[in-house]
């Protein structure tokens, strides 16, 4: 459930309806873009949206981000269906398609509507060389050719982008040629990997021939754009700092200057006390050393809250007893359920039933609930469930 709101509507930016919710800060999106654009001014952006805008809503992300776009700059999509999600909610602005297409059929609905698409594999080329043979009138394509640099996913090996560049460059039907391609350590500063994929894409592009200024490059997606200024070039792509993560090693986002941009939020539904040398949740995996005080919060991986979170991950109390508000850190107890997640109270003795409980987000960094659980702030925010309300402010 989406609900669009203002700073005036407390009762809904209070979630006083819902079990869990988010809130997304659209202040916070824009800000962070605001920032992008500090890292390198001169560069074109590829705002990336894709996986409904990292589990933020891709149409009301674009929407509160699209006055921000300028010149040739263009939201990035991993989908065909996405981008048509966002030509059907009235975003006109351009659209990349990240992976391209895989069928002729897509190629003719991306034609039609416009979008731009990467290039990626030989028989995308053969496809593409058909479709230039066969149709006679359509505008000037915008492609990306994404050359395989070193990380092994998607993108043409050297031999591959040789020949598509010799069909492409200086074609009638091609308006823009952009190379592009992924870093695989790019969120390590000391990692060697990043320094030998952009010396194997010089070496790629100077045995294709191809001289300065005869195409523009697009290496950098979030890290990078962080942490590694020589592979700015002419395009950025952020994703995750967008929203307020870091892909750097062992930083958060507030680091770096990003603001959180979703806040996940439950409430405190049971409050009891437990013996010392009792078990808590499922599998006894948590043993009470001393007399505990615990919390029952409404949430769990139903709701996209990991099941992987350990004991000890932190979660964040607005406790709305104390005589001042106040925001107390508390940590997990037992194993995460499909509905509930129980909290040691200890060090927390306002807390009651009602408090609100963040589980990430303002205060408490998404990047670190991710490190407790053994994976990424992408993760966390793309999981989220249908069951979570979303409410934007």
């Known amino acids: 459930m989406t609900v669009i709101c203002t700073e005036a509507d407390s009762q809904l930016r209070s979630g006083a309806h819902a079990r869990a919710w988010a809130t997304i800060d659209l202040q916070a999106l824009r800000a962070n873009l605001s920032l992008v654009r500090t890292t390198n001014p001169n560069c074109s952006l590829v705002v990336v949206v894709k996986a409904n805008a990292y589990g933020h809503g891709l149409i009301a992300v674009a929407s509160a981000l699209r006055s921000q776009l300028r010149g040739r700059d263009c939201f990035g999509v991993a989908t065909l269906d996405e981008a048509l999600t966002l030509r059907r909610a009235g975003i006109t602005e351009p659209v990349l398609l990240l992976e391209g297409f895989v069928t002729v059929a897509e190629l003719e609905l991306i034609v039609l509507h416009g979008f731009h698409f990467v290039v990626h594999a030989l028989y995308q080329l053969e496809i593409l060389h058909a479709y230039f043979a066969d149709t006679k009138e359509f505008a000037p394509l915008t492609l990306w050719l994404k050359l395989d640099t070193g990380m092994h996913r998607l993108g043409l090996s050297e031999t591959d982008f040789v020949a598509a560049w010799q069909l492409l460059h200086g074609s009638p039907h091609v308006e823009q040629l952009v ?153 997990l107890a037992g194993r995460v359920s499909m509905d509930k997640i129980i909290v040691d109270l200890s060090g927390c003795d306002e807390a009651v039933v009602g408090d609100e409980v963040i589980l990430w987000g303002e205060g408490l960094p998404a990047d670190e609930i991710a490190r407790h659980c053994g994976t990424i702030a992408y993760e966390l925010f793309c999981q989220v469930t249908a069951r979570v309300h979303y409410v934007y402010i």
């Open 179 to 331: 190379v592009m391609s992924h870093f695989a350590c790019a969120d390590d500063p000391h990692s060697p990997v990043t320094e030998r994929q952009i010396a194997s894409l010089q070496q790629s592009l100077a045995h294709a021939g191809v001289a300065e200024g005869d195409c523009e490059l697009s290496l950098a997606a979030s890290a990078a754009i962080l942490i590694w200024p020589q592979t700015h070039f002419q395009w950025l792509r952020p994703g995750i700092m967008l929203y307020g993560g870091t892909a750097i090693v062992g930083e958060n986002g507030i680091d770096r200057g990003l603001q959180p941009v979703m806040t996940l939020r439950s409430r405190i539904i049971s409050i009891k006390t437990v013996a010392a040398g009792e078990v808590i949740g499922y599998g006894a995996t948590y043993v009470c050393e001393t007399e505990h005080r615990l919390a029952v919060v409404s949430i769990g991986y139903g709701d996209g809250y990991p099941r992987s979170a350990p004991n000890g991950t932190p979660v964040l109390i607005h406790c709305r007893s104390a005589q001042r508000p106040l925001r107390k850190l508390a940590t």
